[in-house]
C-alpha cells in the first residue's frame, strides 16, 4: 500500500477524536510497552494524547535514554542557505509568497559562492540548499549547478524546495545532494486547500508523494514534517507518524528525519489557528523519540534559545544555528526573510552552550563515516 493510499483511507478528523479518546490507562500500557520494546502505533498515539500531559517527566527521562542510546552525547550543526525567494505559490503563511510585494532575489553563482565560503569559515559541513517554487528562476538546471557548488565547500548537502520527479531528484543525488526535506505542511486536507490557494503546492498529493519518489531515487536522508498551527496537531502527529512509519519501512536503507516547526511570524500578518503550548511540542517530540528510537530529530531556530538549549539531550538529534532565511543573508544582503527565527545567537555561543551540558557539537555529517 503506497502512503497516499494510506492517507485516503483515514479520515483527519477521526484520527483527533480517537487520539482524544486515549486514557491515562493507555499511556501507562504504552510506557510500560516502551520499556520492553514492544510498542505499536497505538501506544505512540497514547503517548501523543492528552492524557499523556501528567507523565511528562516519564516520557522525557524514557525519550533522553533512548536518545543517549541511539546517538550518544552529540548534536550535529547545520545552516540553512536560501538561494532564491521568488515564488509563484501562494501559502498564507509564509512571507515569501506571491503576493507579498517584497524585494525578490535569486542568488548568482558569485553570490552562492559568497554565502558558501562564509558558512564554510564558521567549521559548518552540512548545509541546507532552500529556494521558493519558482520553476523558472530556479529550474532544476540552476538546482543542480548549485548543489555541485555548495559540494566543493560541504561534505554533507541536503535540499529543501519544490518537490521535484524521480529522475530530476536522480540528478540532484548526482551532483552530490544526500538529503531531501519535505515538510507536507499539514495533513488535514480542508486547511491545505484554505491555505495554499495558488501555484504547484496547491497540488497536495503531488506533495504527498514527493518523499517517496525522493527515496526511490536514492536519498540518503529524508526529512518529513508537519507545521504546527495550520491544524489540530493531534491530526497532525497521526498523520506524520504513520508517514514516518511508512518511510522507514519502505526506505530503510535511508535515515528518516523528523521536524515539528511550530508556526512564526511572516510577512502578510497571517493569524495561526492552533496555537501549540510548549507541554504540547515536548510531548509530541518525546511521542517521536519513544516509539521511533532511529528517526533524527532536528530543531531549528524558530524555537526560543532557552527551550533549545533544554532540548539537548531530551530528543533531537539536529539543530541549525546562527540561521538567515533570506537570500544572501549571511554576506548582508537586505532581502527578506521567510519567517523570523527565535534564536538569533551565534554559532560559537551555540556550540558552548552545548559543551557545557556535556554533549559534542558535531559539525561534519557523521552518518557519512559509518554508511
Ligand atoms: S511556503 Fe514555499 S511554496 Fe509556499 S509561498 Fe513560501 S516559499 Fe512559496
Given at each position: 500500500m503506497s502512503f497516499l493510499e494510506i492517507f485516503q483511507s483515514l479520515d483527519f478528523k477521526e484520527e483527533i477524536l480517537h487520539i482524544q479518546q486515549k486514557t491515562f490507562r493507555d499511556v501507562l500500557k504504552a510506557l510500560s510497552n516502551a520499556l520492553y520494546k514492544r510498542m505499536n502505533f497505538e501506544d505512540y498515539l497514547a503517548l501523543v494524547s492528552p492524557s499523556a500531559d501528567m507523565y511528562l517527566e516519564e516520557l522525557a527521562q524514557l525519550s533522553s535514554q533512548i536518545t543517549l542510546e541511539r546517538f550518544g552525547k552529540t548534536i550535529l550543526l547545520y545552516m540553512p542557505l536560501y538561494?532564491?525567494?521568488?515564488?509563484?505559490s501562494s501559502c498564507l503563511?509564509?512571507?515569501?509568497?506571491?503576493?507579498?510585494?517584497i524585494p525578490r532575489k535569486t542568488l548568482t553563482e558569485a553570490e552562492l559562492i559568497k554565502e558558501a565560503e562564509i558558512i564554510h569559515s564558521k567549521g559548518i559541513e552540512h548545509v541546507l540548499l532552500l529556494t521558493g517554487e519558482d520553476y523558472s528562476k530556479t529550474p532544476l538546471k540552476k538546482i543542480v549547478e548549485s548543489v555541485k557548488i555548495l559540494k566543493e565547500y560541504f561534505s554533507s548537502v541536503s535540499i529543501e524546495i519544490y518537490p521535484m520527479n524521480e529522475e530530476d531528484y536522480k540528478q540532484i543525488i548526482e551532483a552530490g545532494a544526500d538529503g531531501l526535506t519535505l515538510y507536507q505542511?499539514?495533513?488535514?486536507t480542508e486547511a491545505y486547500r484554505k491555505y495554499h490557494i495558488?501555484?504547484?503546492?496547491?497540488n497536495m498529493n503531488y506533495r504527498l508523494e514527493g518523499p517517496d519518489r525522493g527515496g526511490k531515487a536514492g536519498f540518503r536522508k529524508i526529512g518529513v514534517g508537519a507545521l504546527l498551527g495550520l491544524s489540530h496537531p493531534l491530526g497532525e502527529m497521526s498523520f506524520l507518524g504513520r508517514h514516518v512509519q511508512y518511510l522507514m519501512k519502505t526506505y530503510w536503507r535511508s535515515q528518516i528525519l523528523v521536524s515539528l516547526p511550530r508556526f512564526r511570524p511572516a510577512e502578510g500578518n497571517f493569524e495561526v489557528n492552533y496555537k501549540v503550548s510548549i507541554r504540547e511540542f515536548l510531548r509530541y517530540i518525546f511521542a517521536l523519540r519513544i516509539y521511533f528510537r532511529d528517526i533524527g530529530v532536528v530543531l531549528s531556530t524558530r524555537e526560543n534559545p532557552n527551550l533549545r538549549d533544554n532540548l539537548i539531550g531530551l530528543g533531537i538529534t539536529q539543530m541549525s544555528a546562527?540561521?538567515?532565511?533570506?537570500?544572501g543573508g549571511y554576506q548582508g544582503m537586505e532581502t527578506l526573510e521567510q519567517f523570523e527565527t527565535e534564536?538569533?545567537?551565534t554559532l560559537a555561543e551555540v556550540i558552548k552552550v552545548i559543551q557545557k551540558k556535556g554533549f559534542e557539537p558535531v559539525?561534519?555529517?557523521?552518518d557519512k563515516c559509518i554508511v
Open positions: 538561494l532564491s525567494n521568488e515564488c509563484r503563511y509564509c512571507g515569501f509568497s506571491f503576493e507579498n510585494k505542511e499539514t495533513y488535514d495558488r501555484g504547484v503546492k496547491k546562527e540561521s538567515k532565511t533570506e537570500p534564536d538569533k545567537r559539525l561534519k555529517d557523521f
